[in-house]
């Protein structure tokens, strides 16, 4: 057994586009502590949104592996990686990933449901999320009638709630404004220090280096910096 | 299961148009099988009586009515034959397929009078079997039909015309006084004299005014009809069974009936195929594209650890329950609809005659269920085989 939470190796997706194979992540091979913090950086298509999603299971490498606990995520059957995604990694979606329909409160409520959590249980966890983030009062919106920050606050709420072990965070805070911002940042941090969370926090904008432990860039889908 | 409604909740105007679809559709299905059913109904009411009587008797080279007085004999169809016993009616009836059966005599003299051979059937005028196979009150062209007068009779048109007869004319014939009732046209008939009499009167004539010779007076003639057309092949069988000198004369129309019968029956098979076949692809195509519309939020619940049973029971219980919904909406509005164009009085709805077939119903029920699940299955194997982030970005 080794000591990485999470291990990429020579991890590889292709897309098919009309033409021609895009490479979206190119022999990507890292290794990421129990309870790091991991600034992801690079540009706009770099690869880091996939690389997120290929972590947490949500695509198939077209070839390479990623291991979680020494697990293969990418060889789990459905109902495993249905476990791991409900117990153990949470991840904060660029376009937040809400469901239209929903108010945020049941956005929560969905993301928690499938644990068997009672409703007040469910209500108990989430009130002093919505009070932390200043949602109190818009529980019952719908997120088109949140603006584009709030939406991403409930997104974080979403994920944070749950009490991953393994967060993957792509831009959570691209969209809020300066002082939310840090507070998710300072969050994350303290969840790293005290709760030994493994985090992977993707950005192309300027999130402070000093947050995480260790920074990896990606450029054209390749890691050049780790 | 509370987000299962809160789902159909939420997608208000999907759920609607879903709905709708499937109602519309159920309206659509039961308004025409409502019309094919009750015109086949229709139709069948008058193909299933078509030519559906014969006569049987047992045709003899002897004459066995003989008389002293009268030179005469009883036939059917031009041949002298067998005088039978009335309890054989009574036997024709039980057989299967026989909806009736009525005794019939008949008769033919040579008349002085008219210097002819005069023929006379003596009928049972209330069976149902004299009115296919002799005559039938609606027959009578002038005159009246038989009023329970004594020694009534009435004229077959052609002779009647022949011989200058008219209503209410005394003729003296058959051994008696006879009062000429009505003139009767009864067409093309198994069964056709010249003047037609109650049963019971033409006993009375040839066993005590001709004082014939015979065996018994019951009859010489049964007279039978069937209930079906398209079984009166096995009626003749069963009938010719029971005794091997009978013979049957029968016209032939049944027979093009019982074929336009099983053309119609075919038809009505194929055209409720077709339509119970549209309503399994519609409501599948309903639920598809509804189901495709969400298929995005279906991705995101997977991202969170929704795991994919749950999800695919998800899928096919909101697909079912809006079928049942759609369905039951339609039901209800159909019965409503058909009673309503049921009692309008429009010139074009009361050509039709609209009549709910409740039989209908649970298979409507069925097959829009299977239409239901058959369209979940696609977005269910989707769910099983895509990865969350596959769905959320393939369904933006």
Redesign the interface.
Known sequence: MNNYKIECISLNKQYKGRNVLITAVRDVSLKIEKGEFILLKGRSGAGKSTLINLIGGLIAPTSGKVTIDGFIVNQLNNKSLSNLLLNRVGIVFQGFNLLPTYDIYENIEVALAPRGLSKREIKKLAIPYFERFGLSEMMHLLPEELSTGQQQKVAVIRTLIRQPSIILADEPTASIDDITAGEILELMRNLCNEQNVTIILATHGIVPETIADRMIVMENGKVINQ | MI?IF??LR??KWRTIFSVTGYALATVFILLILSVADANKNDSYGVLQSTGTHFIVYIPTEANLCTSNIANGSVFAEGVKTMMLDHDMVRTIRNVEGVKDAAACLQYKMFDGVFQSEVSIAGIDTSSLATRTNVLAPAHVISGRYFSGRPEELLAEESFAAAHDLSPGDTLKIFGGKMIVAGIVNSGIRPVKADFYAPISLVRTILKDRLLCNAPNFDMNIILVEVADARVQDDVITRIRNMMYKFAVSTYNCYQPANRVMSIIDRSSIGLTGLIFLFLVIFSAKTQLTALMERFR?IG???????????LAIHVFLVSLIQSVAGVTAGVLLAFGLIEFLGHLDNPVFSSYSFRLRFGTIPLIYALSLIGAVAAGLYPAIRI?RT????I??NHM
């Open positions: 987000y809160k789902e939420r997608h939020e995101i619940l997977k991202s969170l650890g929704w795991s994919d049973s749950s099983f990865k969350a982030g596959d959320i970005r």
